[in-house]
């Protein structure tokens, strides 16, 4: 079965930056949308950013202006790149990707830590 695997996470001091990369392990046939998740610690699972085959974006307001969400395709990768964090940050992040067929997959989690 195919599923996404999620890399670039690790511990980071406030204002720094990362950037975590989402590939899927085979061939999904037509993904019309990928997005990156978070949850932290006692919390629910929250959208943090979107991205249509098209190329259309969104973000959740708390990162608007920090957080950017490219795609290389000739790599089939997508990648959140995260500026300027804080300790809100801190939480485990999910790749998610829905194909045309409704199919969803998801990534297993990566761990982002924002501490001094």
């Known amino acids: 079965q195919v599923q996404l695997v999620e890399s670039g996470g690790g511990l980071v001091q406030p204002g720094g930056s990362l950037r975590l990369s989402c590939a899927p392990s085979g061939s999904i046939t037509s993904i019309h949308l990928m997005a990156w998740y978070r949850q932290a610690p006692g919390k629910q699972r929250e959208q943090v950013s979107t991205?249509?085959?098209?190329?259309?974006?969104t973000y959740a307001d708390s990162v608007k202006g920090r957080f950017t969400i490219p795609i290389d395709e000739a790599k089939n990768t997508m990648y959140l790149q995260m500026n300027n964090l804080n300790a809100d940050d801190t939480a485990v992040y999910y790749c998610?990707?829905?194909?045309?067929?409704?199919?969803?997959?998801w990534g297993q989690g990566t761990q982002v830590t924002v501490s001094s």
């Open positions: 998610h990707a829905v194909a045309l067929n409704a199919l969803a997959y």
């Open positions: 991205i249509t085959k098209d190329g259309m974006t």
